[in-house]
């Protein structure tokens, strides 16, 4: 069965730092581009952020360009993403989902999210 | 920036069909997924490639894409499609895209 499951949410001040990870498991993660995908309280899907599987190949949405960062460890068949100096308004659930930054693709399947919430 | 833009909301009484809309510039060169959000659960693929079914999706969730509108059919809805929808494509100038999302309710 493909699973996809987060960890390292929690509740941080603006300003501060998180890093979430995803692991990853049932199919070839290094097969696949993987990406991040967040819902704030009672709004819409916002992609964050993609990474494909060649190294290096990465790409972000201009609300978190600069301040996030996007890894994966191929070894691990585990993603993460590096959040710095957090916003109130980067307040979501995350999802860690299968599918790529580049080109049109697929998000399939998601996993159950991890909530991030900054606040003072 | 490239927008996607849906209905926020459509009713559909029980065994009727279903359309939803997604509008977007030239949408019709992109290729467009569908997602399914119930309350309190994460998104599930229903469309991927403008109109194929992911193994598991019920026959009645059918896509088209055309022009500068998508869209999402549920034909012969059921109660257990109620549910939160939401469109998505990837532009060069902004990567990927969700709709707005549009309830569907079924009463």
């Known amino acids: 069965e493909v699973q996809l499951v987060e960890s390292g949410g929690g509740v941080v001040r603006p300003g501060e730092s998180l890093r979430l990870s995803c692991a990853a498991s049932?199919?070839?993660?290094?097969?696949?581009?993987m990406s991040w995908v967040r819902q704030a309280p009672g709004k819409g899907l916002e992609w964050v952020s993609g990474?494909?599987?060649?190294?290096?190949?990465?790409g972000y949405a201009d609300s978190v360009k600069g301040r996030f960062s996007i890894s994966r460890d191929n070894a691990k068949n585990s993603m993460y993403l590096q959040m710095n100096s957090l916003r109130v308004e980067d307040t979501a659930l995350y999802f860690c989902?299968?599918?790529?930054?580049?080109?049109?693709?697929?998000?399939?399947?998601w996993g159950q999210g991890t909530l991030v919430t900054v606040s003072s | 920036s490239y927008e996607l833009i849906q209905p926020p909301s459509v009713s559909v009484s029980p065994g009727q069909t279903a359309t939803i809309t997604c509008s977007g510039d030239?949408?019709?060169?992109?290729?467009i997924s569908w997602y399914q959000q119930k309350p309190g659960q994460s998104p599930v693929l229903v469309i991927y490639?403008?109109?194929k079914r992911p193994s598991g999706i019920p026959e009645r969730f059918s896509g088209s894409n055309s022009g500068n509108t998508a869209t999402l059919t549920i034909t012969g809805t059921q109660t257990m499609d109620e549910a939160d929808y939401y469109c998505?494509?990837?532009?060069?100038?902004?990567?990927?895209?969700f709709g707005t999302g549009t309830k569907v309710t079924v009463l």
């Open positions: 030239k949408l019709g060169d992109k290729y």
């Open positions: 490639y403008d109109a």
């Open positions: 998505q494509a990837w532009d060069s100038s902004t990567a990927h895209v």
């Open positions: 990474i494909n599987t060649a190294v290096g190949s990465a």
């Open positions: 989902v299968r599918g790529g930054w580049d080109g049109a693709t697929k998000f399939d399947p």
């Open positions: 049932g199919f070839a993660f290094d097969d696949y581009g």
